[in-house]
């Protein structure tokens, strides 16, 4: 969610995403943030600061900075105005790995989804789903929706007056990583409603307390 804590839809994110760490990585796979003083590291950190490890498992939370989108090759999908990821701890199950539960929000169909759909979960139009986050290199991180979890990411249509069940998302979407952010841009992976899909958004990751969160 890590600087990805990722959608996901992630689905979204997996639809990862919470996330998503967007972040910079090495073998030693330290997270940590950039603090001002010396000695000067190179990037992640800008000019005249250092990169520094938390000394301890640091809670982080994520959050979208751009719409999130899962679209089929048919153009249809669904779009997202906002992904919220609560925090978690970073390194669940190893280094550079974490686990975040992604909540998807102001959620509307594309195309009524070639369905007919007005509404996508009402009344609050969200998509909520477990997602497993983990740093692959120093430019790529990989958002995998928990299948373990009762249909996550499930999608409900409002149809007519009735609503209709198209199911969850699967799969996994591997992001770029940029500084402090994990950037989808149509990856691939995911299958939602029977189709493989893609998905396209940005997640950045923080500490509890604001402090951008970086892999290094």
């Known amino acids: ?16 995403l919470s996330a998503v760490v967007a972040s910079s990585a090495s073998a030693a796979g330290e997270y940590g943030t950039c603090l001002a003083g010396s000695p000067v590291n190179k990037p992640p950190c800008g000019a005249g600061e250092h990169f520094t490890p938390f000394a301890s498992p640091e809670m982080v939370a994520s959050h979208g900075l751009t719409e999130f989108t899962l679209e089929n090759t048919e153009k249809r999908g669904i779009k997202c105005g906002l992904l919220l990821d609560l925090g978690t701890f970073e390194n669940v ?13 102001n959620c509307t169909p594309i195309e009524e989804l070639g369905t007919g759909c007005t509404e996508i979960n009402p009344p609050k139009h969200e998509i909520v789903g477990l997602v497993l986050d983990e740093v ?3 430019t790529k991180a990989e958002v995998k929706i928990d299948a373990g979890t009762p249909t996550p990411f499930d999608v409900k249509c ?6 209709v069940d198209l199911g969850g ?6 992001g770029k990583v940029e500084g402090d952010k994990l950037v989808f841009t149509k990856a691939e992976g995911l299958m939602f409603f029977g189709k493989a899909s893609t998905i396209t958004g940005t997640n950045l990751t923080e500490t509890l307390s604001g402090m951008p969160v970086f892999v290094n």
């Not at 969610?1 to 990862?16: H, N, Q, S, T, Y």
């Not at 199950?93 to 929000?105: E, N, R, W, Y």
């Not at 998302?169 to 591997?174: D, Q, R």
């Open 1 to 16: 969610m890590k600087r990805f804590k990722i959608v996901g839809l992630c689905l979204m994110a997996a639809f990862a």
């Open 169 to 174: 998302v699967k799969g996994a979407a591997k």
């Open 158 to 163: 409002l149809v007519g007056g009735s609503l």
């Open 93 to 105: 199950g190893g280094v550079g790995k974490s686990d975040d539960t992604l909540t998807f929000q």
């Open 136 to 138: 692959l290199s120093e």
